[in-house]
């Protein structure tokens, strides 16, 4: 089943892949910018463990997987003749200890670094590790995909580097487990299977004793955010495991009110929510100053994150549109172009889009867009479904929040922040998310 939720409500999607950053533009000799590539793979805290250490790569080490076009070098043996031969190439320190050598076009990586050991510097290669487990999620790219829809995959995933950000925890030996995650919504249906283990409690601020999730959209946001990940079962969430996800029901029949948004955040807050999500929204700022006001209290311990919304012509639905919430936008079937719904800034409101992620390519809305390229989501009774809408591209975002906060709790709600912005990949001109990078940002 497909759905593409065209007003308030939306959801996520993520990606994984093995190396973030951009590539180099400098094509002069000396330092590189420091957004160099410096990678091609997710490097593992366990290479070496139990090895002897290794003083020198062997010859055979050109033959295991490298980084093609790069030579480590180590500083401390950097001599006269050296630094000669390094002038004539682009280097990047790495670390005080080592620097980043590439082989000059029409040289292999083996005859540079021979060149350089003759000059007395020690070199190596930029060696490949690869993180010690991948999760066994049959919606895993790689794993087959789910038996309904038959086939479907988690591709997005891959997209906003999700495997790097779990790498980066790996090789600090963490688990890659969120900080706890408030998710605005319309419930969850608490008794799927992928989300065993992973949801506190729930609560419910629409009228009734229900917590549950009446019409999927709170539980496609949890799997996008929180399925428990490496259970063999479905799908993998971007926080990967640990009770850390809680879902505050705040639809109150056909709507959500000023009411029930507040009371959720003071909630939120106060069951110590480091990020709070919120898959929706409405066209324009109506005026609503008390919802404001719980905005801004929420914001000075939580990061907000919100979906812009889903219709192009609007600009950013509020509340994505306050300045103390990340308002999320929708890519479609390709990284540099938004999805034909996604909400995005214009005349009369000029608001930006914050940061962007997959959100689905929106069959049935967009043009030439088809059902396999909308993200695959959590469905209520158990399954699986397609789903597209900036509701889904705003829990990847929350995800990855979620790990940050984690990995260094030190971290404020403001810093959280200004680092996962920071860190966006801007190479295709639009700010989008990149898991592995916010993950090096969060623990620099």
């Known amino acids: ?43 593992s805290s366990a290479g070496l463990t139990g090895a002897a250490r290794p003083t020198a790569a062997a010859p055979s080490g ?42 000059p076009a029409g040289e292999t990586d083996a005859a540079f670094a021979a060149r350089l050991a003759a000059a007395g510097l020690r070199v190596q290669p930029n060696f490949i590790y690869q993180p010690l487990a991948l999760p066994n999620d049959p919606g895993y790219p790689g794993n087959g995909g789910v038996a309904d829809p038959a086939g479907a995959t988690q591709d997005y995933l891959n ?13 600090q030996g963490k688990m890659p487990v969120g900080a706890l995650t408030a998710l605005l919504d319309t419930g969850v249906d608490a008794s799927h299977p992928d989300l065993e283990g992973r949801l506190l409690p729930g609560v419910t601020f629409m009228g009734t004793a229900s917590l549950a999730d009446a019409t999927g959209h709170g539980t496609a946001t949890a799997g996008l955010l929180g399925a428990a990940t490496n259970n063999g079962l479905g799908l993998a969430g971007v926080t990967w495991t640990g009770r850390t996800v809680l879902s505050v029901n705040v639809q109150c029949g056909g709507g ?25 929204g409405v066209s324009g700022n109506p005026g609503d100053a008390e919802l404001e006001a719980a905005l801004d209290r929420a914001a000075e ?54 940061i962007v992620a997959p959100g689905g390519a929106g069959a049935g809305a967009c043009p030439g867009a088809t059902p396999d390229e909308d993200l695959l989501v959590l469905a209520p009774g158990g399954g699986y479904q397609r789903s597209a809408g900036t509701s889904e591209a705003a829990p990847l975002v929350s995800g990855v929040a979620a790990l940050m906060r984690a990995a260094n709790p030190a971290l404020t709600a403001a810093q959280t922040r200004e680092r996962l912005l920071a860190s966006v990949d801007r190479s295709g001109g639009l700010p989008r998310l990149d898991a592995e990078a916010a993950m090096r940002a969060a623990t620099r």
């Open 1 to 43: 089943m497909t759905r593409l939720l065209a007003l308030p409500l939306l959801t996520l999607a993520l990606t994984l892949v093995a190396c973030g950053g951009t590539t180099p533009t400098d094509s002069g000799a000396g330092d590189s910018p420091n957004n160099a590539l410096l990678c091609a793979q997710v490097t």
């Open 62 to 103: 050109w033959a295991a997987p490298h980084v093609p076009g790069q030579v480590l070098v180590a500083s401390g043996t950097l001599s006269t003749q050296g630094l000669s031969v390094l002038s004539t190439v682009r280097t990047q320190q790495v670390t005080p200890e080592l620097r980043l050598a590439w082989t």
């Open 159 to 171: 997209r906003i580097h999700v495997a790097g950000a779990w790498g980066v925890l790996e090789a």
């Open 256 to 280: 959500i009110t000023t009411a029930a948004l507040a009371q959720g955040l003071a909630y939120a807050v106060a069951q110590g929510a480091k990020v709070i999500n919120m898959s929706l």
């Open 301 to 354: 311990s939580a990061v907000l994150v919100a979906a812009a919304g889903n219709t192009s012509g609007d600009g950013v639905y509020y509340p994505a549109s306050n300045p103390n919430v990340i308002a999320v936008g929708a890519l479609g079937a390709r990284d540099d172009e938004l999805a034909c719904y996604s909400a995005r800034p214009n005349d009369t409101r000029k608001r930006a889009l914050d």
